[in-house]
């Protein structure tokens, strides 16, 4: 008896006409909730893989490190309390979005080495500058070098790849022109 | 009585799973989820986890708009679908973000595109708001799975073809001597996906005339 009664009510909640709306809006909150939820209990775990790899690749292009200060933007590496480096992260537009680059140098503002952090490059083609092949060429190299080959300067294009290697290689010039600027003026 | 309908749904159950696999391949036999297909297929790590990824999401988006199905109203169901699919999607994305970083990076735009994988929509439309959850269960991780091994086969031929080489986790597997030097370079671009993807349709359907004479 109750159960019929039960499941008449519950047609006549589906019948309403505002039914499909509040039916849809309680989902939505539902999963805004579950969201928030996961985002929550992520979120701290997320930030500390970003913050671990950056401190990871910090500690592959400085071997000895003791530690680093992060001002303007600028990671200034600190052995001994006095700077004997500096890296900092280059954003270019590549073929399929942003192109960020982690790019260590040295006192004389010389490239030590650049690490590809994240890119949306097309897989097996443009992500190829992620390979130390393409990122060794940078070793060494001072901002006017920083140039693709075609263009004059030092590094070679990956074959396929001109706009990736391009997008890499003009952020990587400008940002390391801008960093000196701002080393030089702050002297850190 | 009780024991004959749970061999019954059993039975029903595995049936569904193979069917997902073979019957109903999504990309080669439904000609499903091809946008994904041409884009992650370029190395076998990228198979792997794009299939693992619609498998968690198939499955979860199954499960819910089963259990929804007979109080979702007709007029509003595809915005729900869609609904529980990108929640479900936004999960695992923050999850392989939180836990297992370089897949989440090497799928990159693949992983919130997952949402518009017409074959996770399909399922839901066709057989979950249909189905019980256990039928739907089945159905998700059979269509899961058989989307996996499609794009395993595709990537392992892109690859190989198209690198010389094969490598799986970071880990080289083997390389060919003389095409990793000079690798058929088209397999591993947009075109070669089309070719490879047009070349194994070919072969399903010759195997499914064999198999009907």
Redesign the interface.
């Known amino acids: 008896m109750a159960k019929g009664k039960n499941k008449n009510s519950?047609i006549k909640i589906?019948q309403n006409k505002f039914?499909?709306?509040i039916?849809?809006a309680i989902?939505?909150l539902v999963?805004v909730v579950?969201?928030m939820y996961?985002?929550n209990i992520?979120r701290a775990?997320?930030l500390e893989?970003r913050e671990a790899?950056i401190v990871n690749q910090l500690k592959n292009i400085f071997p000895d490190v003791d530690k680093y200060e992060f001002k303007d933007d600028i990671y200034i590496i600190l052995k001994d309390n006095k700077s004997i480096g500096y890296a900092f992260i280059a954003k270019g537009k590549g073929y399929?979005?942003e192109i960020q680059t982690l790019v260590g140098i040295d006192k004389d503002f010389a490239v030590k080495e650049i690490t590809v952090m994240?890119?949306?490059e097309?897989?097996?083609?443009g992500s190829k500058i992620t390979l130390s092949s393409f990122t060794g060429q940078f070793k060494g190299l001072k901002s006017s070098e920083v140039v693709l080959s075609k263009d004059g300067g030092q590094v070679d294009a990956i074959?396929?790849a001109t706009i990736s290697s391009r997008a890499v290689t003009d952020s990587v010039r400008k940002e390391l022109d801008k960093k000196i600027e701002i080393i030089k003026k702050n002297n850190y | 009585m009780i024991e004959t309908k749970e061999k019954f749904t059993a039975k029903k159950f595995w049936k569904e799973l193979a069917k997902g696999i073979v019957l109903t391949n999504p990309v080669f036999v439904l000609i499903l989820g091809l946008c994904p297909t041409l884009a992650?297929t370029?190395?076998i790590n990228?198979a792997l986890g794009m299939g693992a990824g619609v498998i968690f999401v198939l499955l979860g988006s199954n499960i819910i708009i089963s259990l929804?199905r007979k109080?979702?109203?007709n007029?509003?169901r595809i915005?729900?679908f869609i609904?529980?699919i990108?929640?479900f999607v936004?999960?695992l994305s923050?999850?392989f973000?939180?836990?297992i970083?370089p897949l989440y990076?090497?799928l990159?735009?693949y992983l919130p595109l997952i949402v518009v994988n017409c074959i996770i929509l399909g399922r839901a439309e066709v057989f979950a708001s249909k189905n019980p959850v256990l039928l739907s269960m089945a159905d998700g991780i059979g269509v899961g799975l058989g989307f996996t091994v499609s794009l395993i086969i595709i990537s392992f031929l892109r690859?190989v073809l198209?690198?010389g080489s094969l490598e799986i986790f970071g880990k080289k597997l083997f390389a060919i001597p003389v095409l990793s030097q000079s690798p058929l370079?088209i397999f591993?671009?947009p075109p070669g996906a089309f070719i490879v993807i047009a070349l194994l349709m070919a072969l399903f359907r010759l195997l499914g005339v064999l198999k009907n004479e």
């Open positions: 519950s589906m039914y499909p709306v039916f849809l989902i939505v999963a579950l969201l996961v985002n992520t775990k997320i893989q790899k399929g979005g994240s890119n949306s097309t897989p097996g083609l074959t396929g | 992650v370029t190395s990228n929804i109080i979702t109203p007029m509003v915005p729900v609904v529980v990108a929640a936004t999960i923050l999850l973000e939180a836990y970083p990076e090497s990159g735009i690859e198209g690198t370079t591993i671009m």
